[in-house]
Antibody
C-alpha cells in the first residue's frame, strides 16, 4: 500500500540544525511532487515546502525561506528536509505528503505520513 | 491568521447533516478547482476526504460531499456518526508566492 514514514525529529536548541527524512513505498516515487507540511502544537496546518518530481524545482513558505532546504533521492524513494537556524516557532509535527496528481503541484495532499515532532527549546 | 476562513466549531446530532464553509478569495478558492478537505482525529495525521472540490478518494464514505460557489467551498457530512467527530481543514491552490493555503480548521462535535 501507499505509505510515507517520517523520521529524524527530536529536541534541538535554538540556532541548531536537524534533518528530517521521509521514506516512501507503494507508488512510483519519481512521478510525484512531494511536500512538507507542519502543525504547531494545538494549531492548524502550514505548508512548508515542495519539490518537483525530478527534484529540479523547489518552493518554500516565507517563514522558512533561506533556513530550510528540501531535497529528494528518487533512487532511494526518499524525501528530506534540512532545517538550519531553528527557532522556537519552528516547533511542530512535520508531515511529508504526496501531491494527489502526478507531475504537478496541485496543493492537494494524499497520503500523509504519521509525522515527526520537532521541538526547538533551550 | 489563516488564509482561508473556516468556522472554529460546528456540532450536530447523530443522523443529522452539517456543512463546514471555507472562504477564500479569487486568488485561491474562487480561482481554482484544486480545493481539498482533510479529516484529522486527535494525535493522528490528516486524511484526505475530498479533492478537486467534490471528488472522493477511494474508501471515503459517500456521506462526505464537497461543493464550491464563488470564493467559498463547503464540506457536507450527512448521516452524522460518532466517528466523524474530528477536526476538518480545507486547503486550496493559490496563485500567491506560496502555492498552498489552509483554513484554520473546524472542530466537529457529534452530540
Amino acid at each position: 500500500q501507499v505509505q510515507l514514514v517520517e523520521s529524524g525529529g527530536g529536541l534541538v536548541k535554538p540556532g541548531g540544525s536537524l534533518r528530517l527524512s521521509c521514506a516512501a513505498s507503494g507508488f512510483t516515487f519519481s512521478d510525484y511532487y512531494m511536500n512538507w507540511i507542519r502543525q504547531a502544537p494545538g494549531k492548524g496546518l502550514e505548508w512548508v515546502s515542495y519539490i518537483s518530481s525530478s527534484g529540479s524545482y523547489t518552493n518554500y513558505a516565507d517563514s522558512v525561506k533561506g533556513r530550510f532546504t528540501i531535497s529528494r533521492d528518487n533512487a532511494r524513494n526518499s524525501l528530506y528536509l534540512q532545517m538550519n537556524s531553528l527557532r522556537a516557532e519552528d516547533t511542530a509535527v512535520y508531515y511529508c505528503a504526496r501531491d494527489v496528481l502526478p507531475y504537478s503541484s496541485s496543493s492537494m495532499f494524499d497520503p500523509w505520513g504519521q509525522g515527526t515532532l520537532v521541538t526547538v527549546s533551550s | 491568521q489563516s488564509a482561508l476562513t473556516q468556522p472554529a466549531s460546528v456540532s450536530g446530532s447523530p443522523g443529522q447533516s452539517i456543512t463546514i464553509s471555507c472562504t477564500g478569495t479569487s486568488s485561491d478558492v474562487g480561482g481554482y478547482n484544486y480545493v481539498s478537505w482533510y479529516q484529522q482525529h486527535p494525535g493522528k495525521a490528516p486524511k484526505l476526504m475530498i479533492y478537486e472540490v467534490s471528488n472522493r478518494p477511494s474508501g471515503v464514505s459517500n456521506r462526505f460531499s464537497g461543493s464550491k460557489s464563488g470564493n467559498t467551498a463547503s464540506l457536507t457530512i450527512s448521516g452524522l456518526q460518532a466517528e466523524d467527530e474530528a477536526d476538518y481543514y480545507c486547503s486550496s491552490y493559490t496563485s500567491r508566492s506560496t502555492p498552498a493555503v489552509f483554513g484554520g480548521g473546524t472542530q466537529l462535535t457529534v452530540l
